[in-house]
Each structure stands twice: as C-alpha cells, then as structure tokens.
Nanobody
Framework: QVQLTESGGGLVQPGGSLRLSCAGS????????MGWYLQPPGKQRELVAT???????NYGDSVKGRFTLSRDNAKNTVYLQMNSLKPEDTAVYYC?????????????WGQGTQVTVSS
C-alpha cells in the first residue's frame, strides 16, 4: 500500500526557517500530485502547496512568497522550504498525495507533523 513519511517539524522563532520533507512509497503507484496542507488548532485544514510530476506548483495565499515546494520524482519526495515564518503559521502540517495505479486513483494523507512558531 501507499505510505507518506513526514519529517522536519518543530519549534522555530518568528522570522526563522524550517524544511519539511515527505517521502511517498508504494510499489507500482504513480504519485501524480504531492503537497502539504496545514490545520491550525480549532480550524479547518487548508492548502499550503501542491506540485505535479511536471513541477507545476499551486500555493495557498497565506504562504505565497515565503514557502517553496519542490520534488524529487525519482524518490517520490517533496520538500517544503518555509522561510519568514510567522506565529500564525503554527499548525499541524499534513502531507498529501494523489496516486494512481492501473486505472484507479486514490488520495492519501500523512499522519501530520507539528510546526510551532513562537519566541
């Protein structure tokens, strides 16, 4: 089956940087779209960024210009570089993927990694 393995969360001061990674695994699956969503305490999950296998990216309005998403297709891994972090970026960050095999398509979520921006 498909697994999404996240790493890189933690505590950082305002204005600092963090890098999140998400590695996808699963024999025979194509990871068509990968990315990240965030969920602040008591709020709904919202888009951070997604990227296709062709490198086409889509960013949420709150992170444009500060976060950069990239991917290594050979490793089915995406990297979220987060700069100029703000306290309002504090949330659980979830890796997300749309995968396919044969003619079927599925979506998967990682278990989440906590990012806390605080002095």
């Amino acid at each position: 089956q498909v697994q999404l393995t996240e790493s890189g969360g933690g505590l950082v001061q305002p204005g600092g940087s963090l890098r999140l990674s998400c590695a996808g695994s699963g024999s025979g699956f194509t990871f068509n779209l990968m990315g990240w969503y965030l969920q602040p305490p008591g709020k709904q999950r919202e888009l951070v960024a997604t990227i296709t296998t062709d490198g086409i990216t889509n960013y949420g309005d709150s992170v444009k210009g500060r976060f950069t998403l990239s991917r290594d297709n050979a490793k089915n891994t995406v990297y979220l570089q987060m700069n100029s972090l703000k306290p309002e970026d504090t949330a659980v960050y979830y890796c997300y993927a749309i995968v396919s095999r044969a003619a079927q398509v599925w979506q998967y979520w990682g278990q989440g990694t906590q990012v806390t921006v605080s002095s």
